[in-house]
């Protein structure tokens, strides 16, 4: 609709029909059709594992919706009540008010429930999709330069999100989530020297006290929310402005982005997209119970339900605890040491900083300061890929943890056997996991190599005029080889002497970490590798073949 | 009741109207079905338990010498000639006709093989024979007699049972009665499908590793509003739809990311591909 010089042809554009107007009206007094050109002509690649950050920030507006239903009749008070409402196993049973108001909007509002339900799965369904966005990013190698930064504010959001989901479930003041809330108390407990006081400070007094269900609400709707929504914000401008990374392709290049202009294709997807992700949650929160409250009955501290289990982002920190050992417990100092709450303490914090901070890591390791906007396939960053599975596997053994007594009870095992079990699967699970997908990796670059230079094995055996059995190879087209081949050389860094001659042992152990990180890694082929390979098996079989080119 | 009922429709009504041109008809009649089965359901249990009591109020000399034989020929292998026990089972001296009734009545008994703790499995016995055999070994000695009918109609004071079952049961059986782990392979069974008496004779008996709560502990009126409570949970499908077994977050996790998140990455697989 508008050009270059918006401005000056102002005229020139339809002036009848009201959106025309109004567009022109709105034009003339903010000149917002140069943002709507800037963004608007954005490319994005098609690719589905793109669109996993965009299910997050649906899923994110679906909870700012619903959430901002529920604020309506939610009472984020501990005030006792006597429950008069509808639900006839808590009739006459006292409660504070902030339970009360969720039996009262779960049984007595309507649709009151369906908005409960949507808002608890939407959560679910916002925290798995970061997740899954943020494995997509490190699995590509997408967070290496210039995309750092944007890696640690996407992992501050997923952080930020749990911390939304735990101070969201905390709300209702049920016995499910007040045995969670317990726990954290507990933990905080056994942070050394201060953390009685911190506990004092969180609860307003000894657990439980009357003042969380408050601070949680404002946490929930105030603080997080806001920081959310201000990381989402820098979030998308760092992706606007390093332009979408894309998988390696004919034509695409470290300086172009092959793809849809966000106007009008892209965002009329992407439209459609929203109305996807609402459809699947709203049809999960109309066929199945999330959360039923009503079944868990009100907190109090003496009664605790087995089988307690957090949400699913949550379960990790909830195994790690699992999976301590007992009596891990020293009296020194005229003070009590609870290693076994201290212990998973570090574990967690160290495991979500190394992280947060992989792409630093990395680049160290690497000494690569190039520009990436080529994705790297898996298997062609071997060492990374490896890491990751790693990564993940100590995730799972520490998520499964978390639901041992199910597992125990569901597949008839004991629950010693099975915490035992995943003690093992903790330690030996991710180094087992680097070393398959290391070699797994380096494989299917073996075969990928073998396919680029000779072609598929076609199945045909053919036999030459001289007598001799060949097996047909059928080459790659010119667009596959270039996918296949296309990945950029890497060297491990050396040891070199420092500006005044001396080699620390920071650079030996630097190059130390290069040199492991790229081992077995095999070099790019060169452009004379594949030419003469192509005509090696032009010669191979000149009879079937030779028309083909 | 009535009242009870509305939150669920209204609750749901949403859901449906957006969905109704797909859904409604088979639907509704499946939870028709689904209703009417678990009522009646119910109602035959609860209707069977209060004559099958009145038989054992009565119990005769039959009876006693027949639940002799039954078991002398299927028990006294593992509990002895006279029930007085042996180095493979304890003696039931005493342990009354309400431990008979349930563990036989519930299919721990006979035990069949060795492990962690005796399990259900189809009762091997007729509800006649199982009285008989509860006669004999409470004609041995004075021991928790089976469950009045009055303790059993289900619908006492649910409030005040679940109360008394997040204090008193929660901790193993899981707050919603969907059952929990224990030590060593053992394990709170869930609590679906148990049939009033037998949750009363539970209670009264405490069975391999559950706690007894004998009538000081629990009355009779409050173990009849667990009861109560037990059976509502049972005749009252969740309000929210499918209940996903009442695991709460790890079945909603697991949910989530196979079917929700699992349907998610198709759509955009198909969106994507469409394009192309
Ligand atoms: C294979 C051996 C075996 C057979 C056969 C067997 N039982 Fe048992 N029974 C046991 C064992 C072992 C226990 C103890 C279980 C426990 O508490 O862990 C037991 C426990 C019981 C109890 C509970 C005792 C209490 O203290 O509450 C009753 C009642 C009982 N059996 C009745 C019977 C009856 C009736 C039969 C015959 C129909 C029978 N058993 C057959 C092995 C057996
Ligand atoms: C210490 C843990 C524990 C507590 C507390 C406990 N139970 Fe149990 N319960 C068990 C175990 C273990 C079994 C399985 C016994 C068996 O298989 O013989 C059981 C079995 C039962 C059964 C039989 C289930 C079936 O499928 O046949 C019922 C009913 C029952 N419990 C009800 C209750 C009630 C009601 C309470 C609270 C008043 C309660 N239990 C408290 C551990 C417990
Ligand atoms: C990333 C953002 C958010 C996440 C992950 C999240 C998650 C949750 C969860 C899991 C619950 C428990 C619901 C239940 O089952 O009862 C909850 C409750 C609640 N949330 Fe949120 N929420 C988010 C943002 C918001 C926002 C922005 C608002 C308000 C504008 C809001 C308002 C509420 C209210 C009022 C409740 C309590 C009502 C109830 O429990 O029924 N939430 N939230």
């Known amino acids: 609709m508008t050009t270059e010089t918006a401005i000056a042809e102002t005229p020139r554009i339809k002036r009848d029909g009201f959106f025309g107007q109004a567009a022109n009206y709105l034009d003339e007094r903010t000149s917002i059709s140069g943002v709507v050109k800037e963004f608007g002509r954005k490319i994005f690649p098609d690719h589905w594992s793109f669109l996993l950050g965009e299910v997050a920030l649906y899923s994110f507006i679906v909870i700012l919706l619903t959430g901002t239903f529920l604020t309506f009749f939610f009472q984020a008070s501990m005030a006792e009540v006597v429950y008069n409402g509808a639900w006839v196993p808590l009739k006459g049973i006292q409660m504070s008010a902030a339970l009360d108001s969720t039996l009262h909007i779960s049984f007595d509002i309507r649709g009151g429930l369906l908005m409960r339900q949507i808002h608890h799965w939407a959560a679910l369904l916002f925290v798995a999709s970061i997740g899954l966005h943020m494995l997509r990013i490190f699995f590509t190698g997408a967070f290496r330069k210039p995309r750092e930064l944007n890696w640690v504010i996407g992992f501050t959001l997923f952080v930020l999100a749990m911390a939304e989901g735990f101070t969201g479930y905390s709300l209702p003041d049920d016995l499910l989530s007040g045995n969670g809330l317990r726990i954290i108390s507990g933990m905080i407990e056994g942070i050394p020297l201060v953390g009685t006081w ?34 989402i914000a820098l979030h998308l401008v760092f992706v606007v402005v390093h332009k979408h990374t894309q998988f390696a392709g004919a034509g695409r290049t470290q ?65 790690m605890l699992r999976l301590m050992p007992p009596h891990l417990e020293t009296y020194w100092f005229h003070r009590t040491w609870s290693w076994f709450i201290i212990i998973p303490l570090v574990i967690l914090v160290v495991f979500i900083v190394l992280v947060a901070i992989y792409p630093f890591i990395e680049a160290w390791v690497t000494g690569d300061k190039r520009e990436h906007h080529i994705l790297d396939r898996p298997r062609n960053a071997a060492t990374r890929t490896a890491i990751g599975a790693a990564g993940v596997t100590f995730y799972a053994a520490m998520w499964a943890a978390a639901s041992g007594d199910l597992i125990a009870t569901h597949f008839k095992f004991s629950i010693e056997g099975v915490t035992h079990t995943i003690q093992t699967a903790l330690i030996v699970g991710p180094i087992i996991a680097y070393f398959v997908t290391k070699r797994v990796c380096i494989a299917l ?100 073949e030779g028309g083909s080119h | 009741m009535a009242k009870l009922n509305q939150p669920t429709t209204s609750g749901r009504s949403t859901s449906r109207k957006r969905k109704t041109g797909r859904r409604s008809p088979l639907a509704t009649f499946a939870l028709i079905a ?243």
């Not at chain 2, 609590?191 to 009779?220: C, S, W």
């Open chain 1, 445 to 544: 670059q073996k075969k990928d190599r073998a396919i680029a230079l000779h072609g598929y094995e076609s199945g045909r055996i053919v036999r030459l005029p001289g007598g001799e059995f060949i097996e047909v190879h059928q080459p790659v087209d010119e667009y596959q080889r270039w996918e296949l081949v296309s990945n950029e050389g890497y060297a491990p860094l050396v040891v070199r002497p420092d500006s005044r001659g001396r080699i620390t042992a920071g650079t030996r152990f630097r190059a130390a970490m290069s040199r492991w990180f790229f081992e077995d890694r095999l070099a790019p082929l060169t452009q004379t590798e594949i030419e003469a390979a192509q005509h090696h098996g032009h010669g191979d079989a000149p009879a079937v």
């Open chain 1, 198 to 231: 911190i506990n004092f400070l969180l609860f307003g007094g000894a657990y439980p006290g009357t003042a969380i269900v408050g601070r949680l609400y404002t946490l929930h709707i105030l603080l997080l929310p806001a920081f959310v929504l201000a990381f």
């Open chain 1, 255 to 319: 300086q172009n982005v092959v793809g849809y202009p966000i106007l009008p294709v892209y965002a009329g997807k992407a439209g459609g997209f929203f109305f996807i992700v609402f459809g699947v949650i709203v049809l999960m929160a109309s066929l199945f119970t999330i959360n039923p409250v009503w079944e868990y009955g009100p907190y109090d501290p003496s009664p605790i339900s087995a089988g307690t289990q957090p949400d699913w982002y949550i379960g990790f920190a909830d195994g």
């Open chain 2, 34 to 276: 689904i209703g009417l089965g678990l009522t009646g359901g119910v109602y035959a249990a609860a209707n069977a338990t209060p004559s099958a009591s009145a038989d054992t109020a009565s119990s005769t000399q039959q009876q006693v010498s027949d639940g002799e034989h039954l078991f002398q020929a299927n028990c006294a292998s593992c509990h002895g000639m006279n029930a007085v026990g042996t180095a493979a089972a304890p003696s039931l001296i005493g342990v009354g006709a309400a431990a008979v009734d349930f563990q036989v009545g519930t299919g721990r008994m006979p035990m069949a093989m060795d492990g962690p703790q005796a399990e259900e499995k189809t009762p091997q016995f007729t509800d006649a024979q199982t009285k008989e055999l509860a006669a004999y070994v409470a004609s041995l000695a004075p021991g928790p007699a089976i469950p009045d009918a009055q303790y059993l109609t289900g619908n006492t004071d649910a409030a005040a049972g679940a109360q008394l079952f997040r204090i008193n049961c929660a901790m193993c059986h899981n707050v919603a009665g969907a059952g929990g782990a224990l030590t060593e392979g053992k394990f709170a069974p869930p609590l679906k499908g148990v049939t009033p008496a037998h949750i009363y004779e539970a209670m009264l008996t405490g069975p391999q590793n559950m706690p007894v709560f004998n009538d000081r502990n629990i009355t009779p009126e409050q173990k009849s509003d667990i009861i109560s409570y037990l059976t509502y949970l049972e005749k009252n499908p969740s309000p929210g739809g499918f209940a996903l077994g009442d695991l709460g977050p790890v079945a909603e996790g697991l949910f989530l990311w196979i079917f929700g998140l699992g349907s998610i990455v198709g759509l955009a697989v198909w969106i994507t591909a469409k394009s192309n």
